[in-house]
C-alpha cells in the first residue's frame, strides 16, 4: 500500500485510515453483519478498475475499452454460480448491484408494480429496513404487510405467516432476515407463496457465507429470486449480488441497469470474483463451521452466566441477548463495551418493551472474530470479558482494565499482519 505518499498529499486521510486499521487490530468486531477481507479483496477495490465506466453487461457495454472488465464480471458470475452448485443452465447471476439494499430494489423493480403488496419479516423481529420497513422505499412503492415471530419460542411461525400471506395476498413474499438466530425453513415459504400466488424472494444477505459451505439449507430450489450481499458472512467487498430462475434473467438484468442503477463498479465485481475464489476453497467450509461453533460456545457461555438468549440459542453466526435479566438497556450496553474496546449493535428483541433507540437486547456476531482466528476458548473470553464489563458498567477503571486485556487478546490474533 502507498500509505507514505498519501500521508504526505493528505495527511488528515492517511491518519483517519492508519486509526481504522489501528481499531481493527486492537478492539473486538461483534457486529454480525462486518467482517475482515483478505487483503487481495482490498488490493483489487484499490485497483485501476475503479476508474473504468461499464454500463450494460459483458461482451454488450455502451462504452469502448471493457475487454478486461469482462474477463472480471464473467468470472465473478461464473465462480458466484459455481460457489452454489447452480447449473448455468438453470440460474443466472448478476453480480453488478451495489450493495444488498439495491439488490433488493431491482429485484422489486424487476416482478413488482408500484402499490403491489409485499409480505417481509417485521424489521422489530429481526427483519431488515427493504423488506417493507415504512419508510424505506420498500414501504413507500409498495404496500407492504409484516409476519413476526412466535411470542414464546421467538421463532417463525410458518401457519402464521401462512395466515397473512392469505388475508393480503401479496404479490411477493420475502424470506430473509438481519438479527435472527436460527434456520430459516425455505419450503414452507415456497408452498404458502404457490397457495397465494405470489412470487418467492429470499434474502440471504447474512448467511450466504453459510449456504454457500452449506452449513444452513439452500435457498436455491425454493426462490424465484436470490439477493445477497457480499460482505457479511460472504468475507468479500462491500456489495450485492442476485442469483435467479433463468426465466427472470432478462428482466433482472434490465432492472439493475437501466432500471436503478447506471455505472457499475468494477473494481468491486473484480474483488468479488476474488472473494468467491477463496469461498471455493476448503478452507471456507472450515471457516464456516468455525464461525457457527463459536456462536453456539458464547450462546452457551451467556445462558451459564444468566443472560437470557432470545430463542434460547443460536443456529448460525449471530445470537440477541436480551439483557433485562441484568437490569440493563441495549443502548447502555453498547456504550459501556465500546469503552471496553468491543464493538457491536444494541438490537431489538422480539416485542421489545423498549423504544428501537433504546433496546432491551444486543446482537453478536462471530464471523469477524472467527476470522482472525478465535475459536472456542478464546470465545468463551469474550463472552467473559463482556459480562465482566456490563457487570462494572459504571467503573471507568474497570472498563479501561477490560479494554487493555481485549487489546492483549487481539494482538495475538492479528487481523492484517501484512499491513503491518
Ligand atoms: C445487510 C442486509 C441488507 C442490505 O445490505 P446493504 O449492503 O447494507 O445495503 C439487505 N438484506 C438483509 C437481510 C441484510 O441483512
Redesign the pocket.
Known sequence: MKIISLAQYDPAIAQALNNELGRIEYTLDLIA?ENYTSVHVMQTTGSVMTNKYAEGYPNRRYYGGCEFVDTAEILAQERLLKLFKLDPERYHANVQPH????A?MAAYFAILQPGDAILGMDLAAGG?L??GYKINYSGVFYKPFNYTVDKNTECLDYGKIRELAQEHKPKLIIA???AYSRIIDFKPFKKIADEVGAKLLI?M??IAGLIAAEQHPAPFEYADIV?S?T??TLRGP?G?IIICKKEYAAAIDKAVMPGIQGGPLMHHIAAKAVAFKEALDDSFVAYQKQVIQNAQTMANAFATKGYRVVSGGTDNHLMIIDLRSKGLTGKVAETVLMQAGITLNKNCIPFDPEKPMITSGIRIGTPAITTRGFKEQEAKEVVDLIDKALSNYENQTELEAISIAVKDLCTKFPVYPELK
Open positions: 453483519s450493495s444488498g439494499a439495491q433488493n431488515h427493504t423488506h430473509g432476515a438481519s434474502d444477505a447474512h439477493t450481499t460482505h457479511k462491500r450485492g
